[in-house]
């Protein structure tokens, strides 16, 4: 059986200051930015993620951002449910047949101006399935694509730097 007898909480793990380094974000080059770009970093942005078929690894990654290791809305980035309230559209997986007309009706829905991310390997590039009867391809053969973060799934560190890269996109448009 499966089933575990007695005590089973775990305690929990012993975390060192040299622990923290790891999960430390590189943001120096916001030193290097104009007035214009600096204040982009302060305004909210709402994402709205949109699977088309990909492995839930980049889905996995997203959730993390919502943690307290990475917690993401201190830079101002929020998700929301509707298109209408988004500023930014991330993608993942490949484009599939069936889930076409529902990505291409939420870019629609979504107020200008707006970003469009290609987030994880399938999005980026097809990935394993870019030939296959379901799929018809990269997200850019049918979107905008503004941001692009390959991985296979990319870590949350280089979504952070993605999406802070989409306000300062943001403000240009």
């Known amino acids: 059986m499966w089933v575990k007898k ?3 909480t775990e305690k929990a793990p012993v975390i060192n200051a040299s622990d923290f380094e790891t999960y430390k974000i590189d943001l120096s080059r916001i030193q ?14 709402l994402v ?15 959730l993390a951002l919502s943690n307290p290791i990475y917690d993401i809305t201190r830079f101002g980035i929020d998700f929301t449910a509707s298109p209408r309230h988004a500023d930014v559209l991330t993608v993942s997986g490949p484009v599939t047949r069936h889930l076409k007309v529902a990505m291409e009706r939420t870019y629609a829905a979504m107020p ?7 987030l994880g390997d399938g999005a980026c590039n097809g990935s394993i399935y870019k030939n296959t009867y379901a799929c018809l391809g990269r997200v850019d053969q049918f979107l905008p694509v503004d941001v692009y973060i390959p991985g296979d799934p990319p870590t949350p ?8 890269l989409c306000k300062i996109i943001l403000v240009k448009k």
């Open 6 to 8: 007695g005590v089973v």
């Open 32 to 45: 290097n930015l104009n007035f214009k770009e600096r204040s982009a970093l302060s305004r909210s942005l």
């Open 48 to 62: 709205r993620h949109l699977d088309l078929g990909s492995s839930n690894a980049e889905e996995a990654e997203l």
């Open 112 to 118: 200008y101006p707006k970003i469009v991310v290609a």
């Open 157 to 164: 560190e280089e979504i952070i730097k993605g999406l802070l």
